[in-house]
């Protein structure tokens, strides 16, 4: 295909983007994946295919090519992903501007610990500034407890982390699981080998020890208590190592790769879950404020 350049067809008429391509286009240029971008815009990956061949036969040039880790962007798809950011903003904005209605009452929100802070928070800032009206009681515990918390009806919905392709939630984002560890740290090289977990029901906990156990690495549990920031301390004291999603790991520590004779971990997905029965309008309009600033351009570990 040629370079990106308005063919002599189009070249003479008012062109229009479909918003719907690229919406598109961004998820599959933040995901690398067109499999994964189908799962998170709930379409096939024929569909998103085609939608992908047809904004390249509009713009008459080719956005992707495939390397060995997968999809990267061609030059000129480098070139349109910055405005296609900005378009799909710009249209998220006035279309909540000339929609959103006034919501009131109370909603209870379920998020893991590691979620709370960087990821959901300018979420819950931006919805609590447009609805005021509203009053957010936020529950913080593991994700397997925060799905049956919404099972009993005692919070409205919640964000959880599931491993990729087995939830029943709607996907939001999807990442890979890494293992953490101290700066220049050593603990990673002990024997056993000390892991750190939040608590022991984590939804990373399986996979972990399935993943410890398959290399045959023999390890011991440090802490299980349910406390995000002693768990933090213990890895900072290079007392233990633990596995987060790459985006929550904090900046003072290193991550760690079978380089450092770790195993490989799997890939998790950032999942959405909302009553199968009724859910309250100040529940979905937060879920809809979830959705978007989650899935609005944002770093994805997982190519």
């Given at each position: ?15 229009n ?5 690229i919406?598109t ?47 990267r ?34 909603v ?20 609590a ?126 991550i ?48």
């Amino acid at each position: 295909m040629k370079d990106c350049g308005i063919s002599n067809y189009n070249a003479g008429m008012i062109r229009n983007f479909d918003i719907a391509l690229i919406r598109t286009f961004v998820a599959v240029a933040d995901q690398g994946s067109m499999t994964i971008a189908a799962n998170m815009l709930h379409m096939t990956q024929g569909a998103i295919s085609q939608q992908i061949k047809r904004l390249e036969d509009m713009l008459g040039c080719a956005l992707f090519e495939r390397d060995k880790r997968g999809l990267r962007l061609t030059e000129a798809g480098e070139r349109l992903l910055g405005n296609a950011r900005r378009l799909l903003v710009l249209n998220d904005e006035i279309w909540n501007d000339m929609t959103e209605r006034t919501v009131r009452g109370s909603v209870r929100l379920g998020v893991p610990y590691d979620l709370v802070g960087a990821t959901l928070a300018p979420v819950l800032k931006s919805y609590a500034g447009r609805h005021p009206q509203v009053e957010i009681s936020l529950v913080c515990a593991s994700s397997p407890e925060l799905l049956e918390e919404l099972g009993k009806g005692t919070i409205d919905l919640c964000v959880v982390e599931e491993p990729y392709g087995v939830s029943q939630g709607e996907c939001l984002a999807v990442e890979r699981l890494v293992w953490v560890g101290a700066k220049a740290g050593n603990a990673h090289r002990k024997v056993p080998l000390p892991i750190s977990m939040v608590t022991d029901t984590c939804a990373f906990r399986a996979s972990v020890f399935a993943a410890l156990s398959k290399d045959g690495l023999r390890w011991r549990t440090v802490f299980e208590n349910g406390n995000i920031e002693a768990t933090t301390a213990t890895v900072r004291t290079d007392l233990a190592i633990t596995a987060w999603l790459a985006s929550t790991v904090p900046a003072d520590l290193d991550i760690l790769t079978v380089e450092h004779g770790l195993p490989e971990l799997p890939v998790f997905a950032i999942n959405l879950h909302l009553p199968k029965a009724y859910a309250t309008p100040q529940a979905l309009e937060l879920a809809r404020y979830i959705r978007e600033g989650m899935t609005r351009p944002r770093q994805s570990a997982a190519a």
